[in-house]
């Protein structure tokens, strides 16, 4: 606890998380609103009076980008929303975003004291309802506040891709006094927040709004621009004293199993796209709806295959059916998510893999031959490895099949710079400490150098890319 003589307000000994408010499951199926409608002011100040304010505030060093948790909850337990969303904003520029799919769970709030025997802080929960508030109090100073530049130094950085690892490096480049251009491949910016992430967890509304603050304080974004095709790396290196490369790791995996080929199969990345980025929730509006038919299977138990599998649930089908090859406990995807997912009535197969797609004369799909999987000894990555079970093949009927296996990195870019080194997962290879890749002046950060991750650990990532590049701008070089 803190120890600095102010009197203390009463602690609130609640030992569980002030529960949020959701919509319905039955009622939120037939929607794309946001599911977790938010705290009320009352709410988030009596989940802020759980913080014991501990001196070494251990929740800190769960936070990629270090907020100051209980100066923030210290503020918001008092009333003063304004004063805690300005903490926050400190070291956070997407507090809204962070708030709503951090993986808080395995973060900040793992490391919470009151974790040990009881319920953590609702962290994210708190910095979402700040970040709300500023939103919801645009007219109030805090709500319109926007973060000072330093005067222009001249020093002009190219940016690659505008997902989080990019935005970030944006934004704290441009606040030192750089003019600062992104090149985003698609006509939106926001990389898988944008394209990836559905709006009933990310209201594009929020997203915008927060992107929107970095076009006020002066970043350029030059939208339907590939690096790789419109222009190449070297090239745009020539035109900028430096560049950041942030294009995400966007390249579908698959099963490779026959009939992936067959009409209605899809990479949950062009499932999630076509319906996120095309519009095709707006269902039924839309002029590019997806047909998801009457049985959707769904391959895989991450963010993705949850996020594909509640999206299809909302495009009415009769029946959606989550296919994963081990058991729960290896889910990868968040606990919350798993959680919803059941709720709207997602079945799961756990302990299946599908081994072949079946389709008509058309070349639709049909149906999934799947097998029966049991558990052996743990493989590399720790977990148990999953085996087949001869002779226990059957077939499911299914008219729209989603494969959300993960992604790699994607090659558009890499594949035409000879001079950029690559890993054997190809990743582009850069300096630990300053993320400087292979070419001097070029520096890479987020899931385009760790392979799939998170949205703070590639906020966390453009951080400390925006640092050594203003490093190698001062100095002429990214060393310490
Ligand atoms: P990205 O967000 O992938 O952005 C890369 C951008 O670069 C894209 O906009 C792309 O179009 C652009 N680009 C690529 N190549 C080029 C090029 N050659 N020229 C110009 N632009 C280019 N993480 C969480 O923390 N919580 C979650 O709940 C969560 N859910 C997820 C759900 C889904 C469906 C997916 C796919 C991922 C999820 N993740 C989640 C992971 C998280 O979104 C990523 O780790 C994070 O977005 C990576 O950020 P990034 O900036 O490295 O790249
Ligand atoms: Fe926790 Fe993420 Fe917020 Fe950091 S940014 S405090 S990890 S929710
Ligand atoms: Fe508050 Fe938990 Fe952080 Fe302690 S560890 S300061 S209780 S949020």
């Known amino acids: 606890m803190a120890d600095d003589g102010k009197k203390r307000r009463p602690i609130n000994r609640q030992d569980h998380k002030t529960p949020m408010p959701e919509q319905a499951p039955e009622a939120r199926i037939l929607n794309y609103k946001e599911v977790p409608l938010g705290y009320t002011p009352e709410m988030a100040m009596n989940e802020a009076t759980r913080c014991l304010q501990c001196k070494k505030a251990p929740c800190r060093t769960g936070c990629p980008v270090d907020i100051d948790i209980p100066a923030a909850l210290d503020l918001i337990a008092e009333g003063d929303f304004a004063g805690g969303y300005r903490k926050m904003r400190e070291t956070n520029f997407l507090p809204a975003i962070c708030g709503r799919v951090c993986p808080q769970e395995d973060q900040c709030e793992s490391m919470c004291v009151l974790g040990k025997k009881n319920e953590p802080v609702a962290i994210g929960r708190l910095e979402r309802f700040v970040a709300d508030w500023a939103m919801q109090h645009e007219d109030s100073e805090a709500g319109a506040e926007m973060p000072v530049c330093k005067p222009a130094t001249g020093k002009k950085v190219a940016v690659i891709g505008s997902g989080p690892a990019s935005l970030t490096a944006a934004s704290d480049l441009v606040q030192l006094g750089h003019e600062v251009h992104v090149f985003e491949a698609l006509h939106k910016p926001g990389g898988v927040l944008f394209y990836g992430i559905p709006e009933f967890r990310l209201p594009k509304a929020t997203l915008v709004k927060e992107i929107d603050g970095l076009a006020k304080i002066g970043v350029t974004f030059h939208m ?25 790791a966007g390249l579908p995996w698959f099963l490779g199993i026959p009939g992936e080929n067959l009409n209605g199969v899809y990479s949950s990345n062009e499932f999630l796209t076509r319906v996120n980025l ?63 997912a059941e709720e709207e009535g997602i079945e799961f197969k756990l302990l299946h893999t599908p081994v072949e797609i079946f389709g008509d004369e058309k070349g639709n799909v049909t149906s999934v031959k799947l097998q029966k999987m049991e558990l052996g000894e743990p493989d590399a990555s720790g977990r148990r490895r999953p085996l087949p079970i001869e002779g226990s093949e059957f077939v499911v009927e299914a008219d729209c099949v989603v494969v959300a ?24 290879a850069v300096d630990e400490e300053t993320l400087e890749s292979s070419m001097k002046g070029v520096f890479a950060g987020g899931d385009i150098v760790t392979g799939g991750a998170t949205v703070i650990l590639a906020m966390g990532a453009g951080r400390q890319a925006a640092r050594s590049i203003q490093r190698y701008l001062t100095t002429g070089s990214a060393a310490f």
């Open 278 to 340: 095309m519009g095709a929730y707006k269902f039924p509006e839309s002029d590019t709806p997806v047909k998801p038919g009457s049985r959707v299977v769904v391959v895989g138990a991450g963010n993705t295959a949850m996020d594909s599998a509640r999206t299809a649930k909302r495009l009415q089908p009769e029946h959606v059916t989550l296919v994963y090859r081990r058991s729960r406990a290896e889910m990868p995807a968040r606990v919350e998510e798993i959680h919803h």
């Open 405 to 428: 296996l993960g992604n790699g990195p994607n090659p558009l870019l890499t594949r035409v710079e000879p001079e950029l080194e690559l890993s054997r997962r190809g990743t582009i």
């Open 224 to 248: 339907n621009y590939v690096v790789g095709a419109t222009e190449t790396l070297s090239e745009l290196r020539e035109r900028f004293d430096a560049v950041f490369i942030g294009t995400g």
